[in-house]
């Protein structure tokens, strides 16, 4: 079984570092996130990039 979990948005603006975030956080049979940084700019939110 594969379970999912995560919130998307993380503070900063290392894309490196968020998603070592999201794999560290990622427990075995779990997918990892994909960390979004809005602080890197209005392209970087869900909405930008929309």
Do not use: F, I
């Amino acid at each position: 079984m594969t379970g999912a979990t995560g919130l998307g948005s993380l503070p900063g603006t290392d894309a490196a570092a968020a998603a070592r975030l999201a794999l560290e956080h990622a427990g075995p049979g779990w997918l990892p996130w994909l960390p979004e940084l809005p602080a890197r700019g209005p392209w970087a939110g869900l909405v930008g990039r929309g």
